[in-house]
Structure formats: C-alpha cells, structure tokens
C-alpha cells in the first residue's frame, strides 16, 4: 500500500525559503520508472504542477519556477525535499506531493499525499 | 508548455443522467510508438486530494465505477458520467503527461441539479 505525507511549516514570511518534505512508504524511489511529484493548489484554484524527481534522479521543474525551485531525494530515509526560495502571498496554497508509476503501468500520478498548506504573510 | 483548456467550467446535472466533460490540448498528447494517449482524469472532492480515474485517455483506474468512462485522442478529449450519483460531485481536472513541463486543466465543477 503505498502512502505519502507532506510536512513543512504552515507559515512563511515573504522573501523567505521553504522546505516541504515528503516521506513515502509502499514504494521505493529506486525501482526504475518510478518517480515522486510536486503539486499545488491555492485556494479556489486549479492543479500546478511543480517538480518531478525519478528514480534515476533525473529532475524536472515548471518553466515558470524552475528558478525559484530544488527537489532531492533520499532513498534511505523514504523521502523527497523541495525547496522553493523566494515565497510571495501568491505561493499561498496546498502542496501535494504524488506516486508517478513507470511508463509501463502508465506514467502517471496514481496516488497523492493529503497535503500539507503553505501560508506566506509578513 | 502544453495547454489543457476544459470545458464546461461548471455543470449541474441531474441525478442518473449523462455528464460529459471536455478537455483540448494545444498539442497532440498521442505517443505514436505504442498508439497511447498521455492523458489522464482526477476527480477531487472539497478537502481531499485529487484521484486517479483515467489513465491513457480510456483506462479505468483499478477500483473506479464503470459508470466513469474516457474517449478522445491527440487533442480531444472527453470524461463521461454515464449516470451521475451523489458522490460524484466534484471537480474534475484532465492532465497530460506526455511531456515536462506537465499541465492540468482548470477543472470542471459537477454538481446535481
């Protein structure tokens, strides 16, 4: 049964960096074709997707954040970190972290994390 | 970046009748080599986070009803609830995976009317 939890703090101030960790199980980040996805969502509004790390520790990022954005992964502790500097009141939202199956079982997000909210205020 | 536009933003249907959601990629999301279409359905319920229904444009995800069905290909794209219960109000996001940077529709709100 895999499961993912999204932690971090709930509050940032703008300007600042923050750091969300997500600690899987059910899976493990070196079998090939598996990978770990960034999502979020501010309130009311669409899906963003953020960043993907995969087993091989190829990463991709959004155009629009790549700059602002950093994911890793530590396979023994079961976990995987974005970082993103530079948090604005438009960073305000839910951030998910998601399962990508290999290619072969379709190469998608088939489960996600509950979520953890990122508030930005000064 | 590929754009996903959906459409409608919102639908109230009844209850037992047919909801139909589409979804146009700006580009083809069709993998030639092995004739699969890179793109999936989410349905997201308030306060939860978004699930897998259909994977490959048609693929029922294990455990998702029938009544939840996925047509189109390369650049349109349709999610079909063949007869809307209760519990299907949602929003509902198609998503292509077939290249980075990934997209999501803007969602589509289902409710009864």
């Known amino acids: 049964q895999i499961t993912l939890k999204e932690s971090g703090p709930t509050l940032v101030k703008p300007t600042q960096t923050v750091t969300l960790t997500c600690t899987f199980s059910g899976f493990s980040l070196t079998t090939t074709g598996v990978g770990v996805g960034w999502i979020r969502q501010p309130p009311g509004k669409a899906l963003e997707w953020l960043a993907l790390?995969?087993?091989?520790?190829?990463?991709r990022y959004s155009s629009s954040l790549a700059s602002r954005l950093t994911v890793t992964k530590d396979t023994s502790k079961n976990q995987v970190v974005l970082t993103m500097t530079n948090m604005g009141p438009v960073d305000t939202a839910t951030y998910y972290c998601?399962?990508?199956?290999?290619?072969?079982?379709?190469?998608?997000?088939?489960?996600w994390g509950q979520g953890t909210t990122v508030i930005v205020s000064s | 970046d590929i754009v996903l536009t959906q459409s409608p933003d919102s639908l109230a249907v009844s209850l037992g009748e047919r909801a139909t959601i589409n979804c146009k990629s700006s580009r083809s999301v069709l993998y030639n080599s092995y004739k699969d279409n890179y793109l999936a359905w989410f349905q997201q319920k308030p306060g939860q986070p978004p699930t897998l229904l259909i994977y490959?444009?048609?693929t029922r995800e294990s455990g998702v009803p029938d009544r939840f069905s996925g047509s189109g290909s390369g650049t349109d794209f349709t999610l079909t609830i063949s007869s809307l219960q209760a519990e299907d109000v949602a929003v509902y996001y198609c998503h292509q995976y077939y290249s980075t940077p990934l997209t999501f529709g803007g969602g589509t709100k289902v409710e009864i009317k």
């Open positions: 490959w444009a048609s």
């Open positions: 790390i995969y087993w091989d520790d190829d990463k």
């Open positions: 998601a399962h990508r199956r290999p290619a072969t079982k379709g190469a998608v997000f088939d489960m």
